[in-house]
């Protein structure tokens, strides 16, 4: 009880917040940082509910008087700080999100704060780049596994694992010897079809060169 009233919001990533992310980067073209990747999420939730995202938070939940509610307490994704601590990093344990290391160009207004605030010795080469590093998150496809190729039994055609049990033993026995000396058969007849390849190759080389 005393729990509940210390945390009344989940700790954990739920299923629905999961999914809501995910669906929100799949749909980007590119890496999303982290403060657009909310905006995106609180938008589309005030679509969902025919809210305007800033008054989609109006309706609150109960809470405990001592604990402060978030900025959207009634949404998925509550805060940045539930997005930030919990959500993102359950989806990069599972290796369905990816955080990403991109170089940005600097728009006019940010460099013209560059100027105003990088001091010493490290100003020149600073002003000279118009990139700056920054973190991104983006959908992480995984890695569709091809199916396993079925083996091929050698002579299968022939009877090669059949059940024979049905049959007594003398007609078991003579099957088992047929099968043997069909599959010796085929044995031969695979190997004449691979010379008779490596002898087409062979020739068909010598004619093109």
């Not at 990747?37 to 305007?52: F, P, Y």
């Not at 008054?55 to 405990?64: F, G, K, V």
């Not at 509550?78 to 599972?94: C, H, Q």
């Not at 000279?128 to 091929?152: D, I, Y």
């Given at each position: 009880?005393?729990?509940a009233?210390?945390?009344p919001?989940?700790?954990?990533?739920t299923r629905e917040?999961?999914?809501l992310?995910?669906?929100?980067?799949?749909?980007?073209?590119?890496p999303?940082?982290?403060?657009?990747?909310?905006?995106?999420?609180?938008e589309?939730?005030?679509?969902?509910?025919g809210?305007?995202?800033?008054?989609?938070?109006?309706?609150?939940l109960?809470?405990?008087?001592?604990?402060?509610?978030?900025?959207?307490?009634t949404?998925?994704?509550?805060s940045?700080?539930?997005?930030?601590s919990?959500?993102l990093?359950?989806?990069m344990?599972?290796k369905?999100?990816?955080r990403?290391?991109?170089?940005?160009?600097?728009?006019?207004?940010e460099?013209?704060q560059?100027?105003?605030t990088?001091?010493g010795?490290?100003?020149?080469?600073?002003?000279a780049s118009?990139t700056?590093?920054?973190?991104?998150?983006?959908f992480?496809?995984?890695?569709?596994?091809p199916?396993p190729?079925?083996?091929?039994i050698?002579?299968e055609?022939?009877?090669?694992?059949?059940d024979?049990?049905?049959?007594?033993r003398?007609?078991?026995?003579s099957?088992?010897?047929?099968?043997v000396?069909?599959v010796?058969?085929?044995k031969k007849?695979?190997?004449?079809?691979e010379e008779?390849?490596?002898e087409?190759?062979?020739t068909?080389t010598?004619?093109?060169?």
């Amino acid at each position: 009880m005393v729990l509940a009233a210390l945390h009344p919001w989940s700790q954990n990533a739920t299923r629905e917040a999961r999914r809501l992310i995910l669906s929100v980067l799949q749909s980007q073209k590119e890496p999303v940082g982290i403060h657009d990747l909310l905006k995106l999420v609180v938008e589309q939730e005030a679509q969902k509910s025919g809210a305007s995202p800033s008054n989609a938070d109006q309706q609150t939940l109960p809470t405990s008087s001592n604990t402060p509610e978030p900025p959207y307490p009634t949404h998925v994704i509550r805060s940045m700080k539930y997005l930030r601590s919990i959500v993102l990093p359950d989806l990069m344990r599972t290796k369905d999100v990816r955080r990403v290391y991109i170089q940005k160009e600097l728009t006019p207004e940010e460099i013209e704060q560059r100027k105003r605030t990088v001091k010493g010795h490290r100003k020149q080469d600073t002003l000279a780049s118009t990139t700056h590093g920054v973190w991104r998150f983006e959908f992480r496809n995984r890695p569709v596994l091809p199916k396993p190729k079925e083996e091929v039994i050698l002579g299968e055609e022939v009877g090669v694992g059949a059940d024979w049990s049905h049959l007594n033993r003398r007609r078991g026995r003579s099957r088992v010897l047929s099968v043997v000396r069909d599959v010796r058969w085929l044995k031969k007849l695979e190997k004449a079809r691979e010379e008779a390849l490596g002898e087409s190759n062979e020739t068909a080389t010598v004619a093109s060169s």
